[in-house]
C-alpha cells in the first residue's frame, strides 16, 4: 500500500508542475478565447492535483511511511512543506484572475486582461516553478535522512 501511495503522490506532484508550466506558457502570449478556456482548465487540474498532494502525503505521513515523529523532525520535510504553503498561496492570485474571466468567456468574448496583471500573473507562475524546484530538493535531502533531528 504504501508503493501505491508513493505513486499517487509523484503522480500528482508531476500533474501539478506540468500544469504550472502549461500556464506559465499560456500566459505568455495574446490573451484569446480558447488561450483563456484552457487556462482555467489547466488551473483547476492544478487545484486538484495540488489538493491531491495534500490528501495523499498526509496519508503518507500519518499512515503509510516512517510516522509523523520522523517528518516532523525533518528540517528538510519542514521547509518542504512551507515552501508548498508559499506556492499555494502565490497560486491564489492567478487563480482569482483566470476565474474574472468566466462571465467574458460565458458570453463568447475575450477576457480583458491588464498587461501588468498578465506580467504579475507571469512572474508569480515563475516563482511558483522556482518554489518547486526548492520542493524537490527538499524531498530528495529528506527521502536521504539529510536535516533529520530526531532521536
Avoid at 460565458?106 to 498578465?118: S, T, V
Avoid at 527538499?138 to 533529520?148: D, E, K, Q, V
Amino acid at each position: 500500500m504504501s508503493a501505491l501511495f508513493a505513486f499517487l503522490h509523484h503522480l500528482a506532484a508531476f500533474t501539478l508542475v506540468c500544469a504550472i508550466v502549461i500556464e506559465f506558457i499560456l500566459i505568455r502570449d495574446e490573451l484569446t478565447i480558447e488561450r483563456a478556456r484552457t487556462l482555467l482548465r489547466t488551473d483547476a487540474i492544478a487545484g486538484a492535483a495540488a489538493g491531491a498532494i495534500i490528501v495523499v502525503g498526509l496519508l503518507r505521513v500519518f499512515v503509510f511511511e516512517k510516522g509523523s515523529a520522523y517528518y516532523f523532525h525533518s528540517t528538510p520535510f519542514i521547509i518542504k512543506m512551507s515552501l508548498f504553503v508559499a506556492v499555494a498561496l502565490l497560486s491564489i492570485y492567478p487563480t482569482l484572475e483566470f476565474l474574472s474571466w468566466r462571465k467574458a468567456l460565458q458570453r463568447g468574448q475575450r477576457p480583458f486582461a491588464e498587461p501588468q496583471k498578465l506580467r504579475r500573473i507571469r512572474s508569480i507562475l515563475h516563482l511558483e516553478l522556482i518554489g518547486v524546484v526548492f520542493i524537490i530538493l527538499c524531498a530528495t535531502l529528506m527521502a536521504r535522512g539529510i536535516g533529520y533531528f530526531g532521536h
